[in-house]
Nanobody, 119 residues
Framework: QVQLVESGGGLVQAGGSLRLSCAVS????????MGWFRQAPGKEREYVAS????????YGVDSVKGRFTISRDNAKNWVYLQMNSLKPEDTAVYYC????????????WGQGTQVTVSS
């Protein structure tokens, strides 16, 4: 069974940085596309970024482009989201997710980690 456990969230002032980490167990990471999603209060969950087996990255939210960087360490089974120049509107619960390389459905999810950016 695949398990994803996020860490690294917290409270930070606007302009600050955080690095979220996602520990992956029960799967060989290099067979998965991994992603980060977020959900702010009262809003739907939105796709933030993903990285595939070839380390090709995509960013789904225009406002994070140039500020957030997704990366992975297949040897250690970790996925990261480096977040710089944080803004209050980045406040949300951030979720790590995974899907098999051949799938279009995000099948595995972590429990989420809270990121709060104060102005």
């Amino acid at each position: 069974q695949v398990q994803l456990v996020e860490s690294g969230g917290g409270l930070v002032q606007a302009g600050g940085s955080l690095r979220l980490s996602c520990a992956v167990s029960g799967a060989t990471l290099d067979t998965y596309t991994m992603g980060w999603f977020r959900q702010a209060p009262g809003k739907e969950r939105e796709y933030v970024a993903s990285i595939n087996r070839s380390d090709y990255t995509r960013y789904g939210v225009d406002s994070v482009k140039g500020r957030f960087t997704i990366s992975r360490d297949n040897a250690k089974n970790w996925v990261y989201l480096q977040m710089n120049s944080l803004k209050p509107e980045d406040t949300a619960v951030y979720y790590c997710a995974g899907k098999r390389a051949s799938s279009t459905r995000w099948s595995d999810w972590g429990q989420g980690t809270q990121v709060t950016v104060s102005s």
